[in-house]
């Protein structure tokens, strides 16, 4: 345990403080419950790491919760309780990785720890840290894992607090080994018991440990150790049990030895980036020694292999020579460390197993002479050998590096304590008992770093960090390939000059890309450095069927395909059995989370597709795309009907029910849209069979896309009637996402056509979505008669539900003409026509739409009726965007009734379920109205956490909902006390381009009173450089008295062209008595067009007649016909003179036409303007 990486975590939740522990730079483990009180997750969350006695770098850091991810469903009750957290800057300390441990053996365990109870002198400061210590009984059982029993015996608080309350979240340590987190006590046992998580559950889950092992502190692995009391004693009485060693040290801490049999490795690449989790985990393998071999259930004798497989380029065989040379290195292997290249994936003939034995037979020091002359007594001297090495106590270490075949290995593979290392293409599943590690392309970052390490390599090159856009642009055209990026990294060495977007240029022609991705000489083991070479040999292993396989899946539109597409491609009774095949060749990856999809490597695909039109004839290429185009067509088509909303019409029987078509339709978006672009005709019949599918997911940007080159197709083709059909759709999904001009066009584009084909169905479809948009824009009146029109057609028709749509949306804008009779009357009709026919879901739309107006004329209760009836239509329909609308509504309603309970909970779950839909816009919205809610019912730490994720949902929007949600945020931090969070919140939404917002914010709370608010509203624009914040602000403070501050912002102000700050600094002199410089300032003002500065100078200049006998300053102040007013003509031109006299030639002359203009007009009248210090702000309310 490092107390320099001990962490205090908070929430701001009346129970949200708790401990944690960094496991690395960004990442603090802790309890689930800490982050997630009250089943809710913390808004907020403020992190101090470090110990004040061990260091003084004590930091604070914002974090967010990155596991389990929040944006998903909320964590079931059975979870394990552990959460990571995600820190917004690092916090580098010194020390290696944390080490994960697993509490064994009979004997209790001694634990250690660190948190923050409450029972502590001063709770939550990170000056009282209590150590925890004691033993862990490994026999007790608990529900919630660990058993922690405690020499402390706090006694609880006088106000009722659980004295262990801030220790959730505690890293629990056994023997310097991580192996729980602290998620409860236990008041039954006095105090004196704890309960603990057990790591190990959370490390089995791939997400938890994947995060582990890439943002750990550096040398971290999600490996784990076995930890038994130092003490224990095996049952039988003999030796004692300890735990894991390495020469008679914990393992780990032993130092290098090096070894003293034969090391034959190749020298391993000089940096490995971005594979340290992978190192790890085989080096935890490949140790030798007995606890090791117990903990995987190994008898003496049993082979124990490691295998590394992957594509070709992707970096197995440097893994494994850093791995191998790293244990040479630490002594583990004193028998040797062997090394063969098996050629299974090369240009050279394949080395078999008798070869191999000859030359390891030989590297151990076996003489010609004594070397066996046959194959099989070659391996049997073989086997001899290492089983002599295994007695004496010499482990040996064998690497068997590009093997093709299980035969090529498999007579070559010593028994324990030795242990075997191999590379391959292939997976290798007919070995049994492999330790597999898989490795894919890097991540970009990584791909970043190793490209940036190439080119420093030999010289001060900068080019990757000075061009990174360029850089991960590049990184991604590799494939993130460790071998293309080498290729590349090399290319860029020879040419300093070239710059990485002139490489990226050359990758940009997927023609060609493979030939710039190689390279005029060999690896270090001499293999070309060309990725079509490298792909070629695993090619050439395919059998007949795998590689036309392989060829023709290059031609499948899209970035995925699955098994039962695959099927329709390749026409092949044994389809799913060369998918396979290429899986474990690895020119197929199987989507981890979806068994039934595959994808190939972007380059790989390349390659296949370059060979596939090579064999386009004899593969048949042609008809094997269009089977899979018909697939495609088909199934969508089929799962269309499933998402008909009239109960009683057909469906297809190809999915069973709706979701299953909805599912589908999901997984194939992209295939589907990919097959759009690649053919006409495939193009014509999805635009129109996924008009539903688009619009119900809310896919308007692929329904745009879609329906734009379908429009153009039938207007290629002279088909003016799918042209007009084709072109609502169009519409439809322009006015979705705000492009009200283009759908106003195609609406009528496609009316006209209707009227020229003569179809009044479509004439009536057009209508009614033209009337939609123009109800959009506000063209009301245009938009009632489209909807009148259309629900004529309709009705003239027979068409039932066509015209309850229009009547539906011929009610809501009447709603909105505030014409609300009317619209309950028509909104009543549709809802009945669209019961009659069974069209639950537009009933539901109905209801929603009737119920917005039924509250507006004050029939709430009904409104909730009808909204809970809609909610729960969207619900059975599974259009969970139209749930989470209606439930919103139905949040508001209920709070109009006083149901205040039931409204927090709906807005809740509207928020989850807008959030499942990717509208963040409208998610953002529910959490506002929630958080307003909240804070009528006095629930200010809740609507703190509310208002808190508002504003992270809303900050990308650009709409004025986020300026809406970081104010109300703001105001209620201020009301609460908490001002210094006030002022980040502002600040940093100031910076983001909302300082307007604020200083509009600022100005309600001077009306209401207010003044702090309004005053730490304007300090956060101001600071973020709003001229018109920073002149308000001067102006309360120097009616506060402020004067020296409030002067340094109206300067400031001034300096940026702001002419009220010039005015109030006039003002500021004229009240302080600096009569002389504020007459200046008006002056000023009022050349730069500031109104009141005209009055204010007549004012200050008819208080000195008769002071200044050098000169005229301003005529009488004659009254104009209107009282109040003066005589602008005379005050412009002795402003004139002003400057004239002033030396001011520059704004005299602008002012001269103004003064002549005004003379001639005679009279401007102010109308009984008030000229004060405030130019927005109303002063005298503000004081109130």
């Given at each position: ?8 975590v ?20 802790t ?7 009250d ?10 790491v470090g110990?004040p ?17 929040p944006?998903k ?27 994960w ?5 009979v ?8 948190g923050?109870?409450?029972f502590?002198?001063?709770a ?9 210590r004691?033993e862990l009984?490994v ?15 706090p ?6 607090e659980r004295p262990?309350a ?8 056994c ?5 729980g ?6 008041p039954?046992?006095?105090?004196r ?8 559950e ?50 780990g ?20 980036v ?5 190192l790890?985990?085989?080096l ?6 007995p606890p090791?071999?117990a903990?995987?259930?190994?008898q003496?004798g049993?082979v ?20 191998a040379?790293q244990?040479?290195?630490e ?10 290249d098996?050629?299974?994936y090369?240009t ?20 010609d002479?004594?070397?066996p ?12 050998v ?13 690497v068997l ?5 299980a ?32 490795l ?6 990584d ?8 080119l ?5 090159d900068?080019?990757?960090?000075t061009?990174?856009e ?6 991604a ?22 710059s ?11 023609r060609t ?16 450095l ?14 007949a069927d ?13 970035p ?10 390749l ?8 998918l ?6 690895h ?9 039934d999809?595959?994808?190939?490597h972007d ?18 290429r042609a008809?094997?795309l ?17 998402l008909?909303?009239?109960a ?5 029987d ?30 014509t019949?999805l635009?129109?069979?996924l008009?539903?599918f ?11 896309t ?8 039938h207007?290629?083709?002279?088909d003016?009637?799918?042209e ?15 492009r ?14 209707m ?7 479509g ?15 506000r063209?009301?009146?245009?938009a ?15 068409d ?7 009547l ?11 014409r ?6 028509i ?25 917005l ?17 809609a909610?729960?239509?969207?619900h ?7 749930e989470?609308s ?14 205040t ?5 709906t ?5 989850d ?5 990717g509208d963040r ?5 529910a959490l ?12 200010f ?6 208002y808190?994720?508002?504003v ?9 909902e ?21 002022v980040?919140v ?10 307007a917002?604020?200083?509009r914010q ?9 003044t ?8 956060a624009?101001?600071d ?28 400031a ?10 005015f ?6 004229e009240?302080?008595g600096?009569?002389?410089e504020?007459?200046s300032y008006?002056?000023?003002?009022a ?12 004012s ?10 050098q ?5 009488n102040?004659p ?30 002359q ?8 005004a003379?001639n007009?005679?009279?401007?009248r102010?109308?009984g ?16």
């Open positions: 345990m490092d107390p320099q990486r001990l962490a205090l908070r929430t701001g939740a009346p129970r949200g403080s708790g401990s944690g522990y960094l496991v690395g730079p960004h990442l603090v483990l309890a689930l419950h800490v982050v997630r009180p089943e809710r997750w913390a808004g907020h969350i403020e992190v101090h110990h006695r061990y260091g003084t770098d004590l930091v604070q850091r914002s974090a967010r919760v990155c596991w389990p991810d944006h469903a909320a964590p079931p009750a059975h979870s394990v309780d552990v959460a990571l957290l995600w820190l917004d800057e690092p916090v580098e300390t010194s020390g290696g990785p944390v080490r441990g697993r509490p064994g053996g004997v209790p365990v001694p634990f250690e720890g660190a923050f109870p409450a502590a002198a001063d939550g400061s990170m000056t009282q840290c209590e150590y925890l004691g009984p026999v007790s059982t608990s529900s919630s894992g660990w058993v922690l029993d405690c020499p402390v015996w006694a609880p608080a006088g106000s009722g262990w801030g220790a959730s979240g505690s890293a629990i340590f023997h310097g080994r991580l192996v987190v602290a998620v409860e006590d236990n039954t046992m006095g105090w018991r704890l309960h603990a998580v057990p790591i190990h959370a490390l089995e889950l791939t997400e938890f440990a994947d995060l582990i092992s890439r943002h750990g502190h550096p040398g971290t692995t999600s490996a784990l150790e076995e930890v038994i009391a130092q003490n224990a004693v095996r049952s039988d009485g003999e030796e004692p049990v300890r735990p894991p060693t390495h020469n008679g040290r914990p393992y801490f032993a130092p290098p030895a090096e070894s003293t049999g034969p090391v034959t490795l190749p020298a391993a690449p000089a940096e490995l971005g594979r340290q989790g992978p790890q985990q085989i935890a393998w490949l140790s030798p020694d090791q071999e903990e995987f259930g190994l003496t049993t124990v292999v490691s295998a590394v497989a992957g594509m070709g380029g992707v970096g197995k065989t440097a893994l494994a020579l850093h791995a040379h244990a040479s290195q002594g583990r292997f004193p028998g040797g460390v062997l090394f063969a098996l050629r299974g090369s050279d003939p394949e080395v078999g197993p008798p070869a191999v034995a000859d030359r390891f037979l030989r590297a151990l020091g076996v003489k002479d004594d070397l002359a046959s194959a099989e007594e070659k391996l049997d001297a073989w086997r001899t290492v089983k002599d090495l295994a007695r004496r106590g010499r482990p040996l270490l064998v590096d590009n093997a093709r075949t035969d090529q290995v498999h007579p070559l593979l010593p028994g324990s304590p030795h242990r075997a290392l191999i590379t391959s293409r292939q997976t290798m599943s007919a070995l049994r008992g492999v330790r597999r590690i898989t894919e392309a890097l991540e970009p970052e791909s970043l770093d190793l490209l940036e390490r190439a420093r390599a030999e010289r001060d900068d080019r990757i960090a061009q990174r360029d850089a991960l642009r590049l990184a055209l590799c494939g993130h390939l460790p071998l293309a990026l080498h290729i590349t990294a090399a290319l860029l060495r020879d040419v300093r000059t070239r990485v977007a002139a490489q990226v240029e050359a990758l940009e022609d997927v890309r493979l030939d710039a991705l190689a390279y005029d000489d060999k690896d270090s083991e001499g293999r070309p060309a990725v079509r070479v490298t792909f070629e040999l695993s090619y050439q292993h395919l059998n795998q590689a036309r396989a392989f060829r023709l899946l290059a031609s499948a539109p899209g995925d395909i699955s098994t039962d597409a695959a099927a329709a491609l026409a092949h009774p044994g389809a799913e059995r060369l396979h095949g290429l899986a474990r060749a020119l197929l990856h199987p989507d981890p989370e979806r068994q999809r595959w994808s190939m380059l790989v695909r390349v390659f296949a597709d370059e060979r596939g039109r090579v064999h386009a004839d004899t593969d048949q008809a094997a269009a089977r899979l185009l018909d697939h495609y067509v088909t199934l969508a088509a089929a799962a269309d009907t499933h008909e909303t009239v009683g019409l057909p469906v297809s190809r999915f069973p029910d709706r979701a299953t078509a909805l599912d589908w339709l999901d997984a194939e978006r992209p295939n589907l849209l990919a097959a759009a672009a690649a053919d006409t005709g495939a193009c019949v635009a129109s069979v008009t539903r688009l619009d119900h997911r809310r896919h308007f940007e692929d329904a745009i879609l329906n734009t080159t379908a429009v153009r197709i207007q290629e083709a002279g003016r009637h799918r007009g059909l084709t072109l609502t759709n169009l519409g439809l999904a322009l006015s979705e996402v705000r009200f001009d283009e759908a106003v066009a195609a609406h009528r584009q496609a009316l006209d056509i009227n020229d084909c003569g179809d009044r169905q004439k009536g479809q057009a209508l009614t979505n033209l009337g939609l948009v123009l109800s959009q824009v063209r009301f009146d245009e009632i008669a489209a909807h009148t029109g259309a629900a004529g057609i309709f009705r003239d028709t027979g039932r539900r066509g015209e309850a749509i229009a539906t949306n011929h009610g809501a804008v009447l709603d909105k003409l505030g609300f009779d009317e619209a309950i009357d909104h009543s009709a549709a809802a009945r026509i669209f019961h009659d026919i069974g069209d639950r879901h537009n009933a539901g739309k109905a209801r929603n739409n009737l119920a107006v039924l509250w507006e004329v004050g029939r709430v209760e009904e409104a909730v009726e009808a909204l809970t009836a909610g729960e239509i969207f059975h329909t599974g259009d969970r965007h139209s989470g209606a439930l919103t509504n139905l949040a508001y309603a209920l709070r109009l009734v006083g149901r309970e039931e409204a927090v909970s807005y809740t779950t509207a928020v379920i807008l959030g499942s839909t816009l409208s998610q953002g919205k506002v109205n929630k958080g307003a809610l909240l804070v009528e019912l006095d629930r730490e809740e609507a703190v956490s509310t808190t994720t508002a992270d949902i809303l900050r990308d929007t650009g709409g004025p986020s300026a809406d949600a970081v104010c109300r945020l703001g105001a209620l931090l201020v009301r609460t006390g908490r001002l210094d969070e006030a980040t502002l600040s940093t939404a100031a910076r983001n381009g909302a300082a917002a604020l200083c600022a100005s309600s709370h001077a009306a209401a009173g207010l702090r608010q309004a005053e730490v509203f304007l300090r624009a101001a973020a450089g709003h001229l018109e914040s920073k002149v308000n602000l001067g102006v309360l403070l120097a009616e506060a008295g402020c004067a020296q501050e409030a002067e340094d912002l109206f300067r102000a001034a300096d940026g062209g702001d002419a009220n700050a010039v109030n600094l006039g003002v500021l002199y009240k302080t600096r009569l002389k504020a007459r008006y002056l000023h003002a050349a730069a067009g500031q109104r009141g500065a005209l009055s204010r100078l007549w200050l200049t008819a208080s000195q007649r008769g002071q200044d006998t000169r005229t300053v301003l005529p102040r009254a104009t016909a209107d009282t109040g007013g003066v005589d602008a003509g005379a005050m412009l031109e002795s402003l004139y003179e002003e400057l004239r006299l002033a030396g001011d030639d520059d704004r005299a602008r002012i001269q036409p103004k003064a002549a203009a003379h007009e005679r009279w401007l102010h109308g303007l008030q000229v004060d210090w405030l130019s927005r702000l109303d002063l005298e309310r503000l004081g109130k």
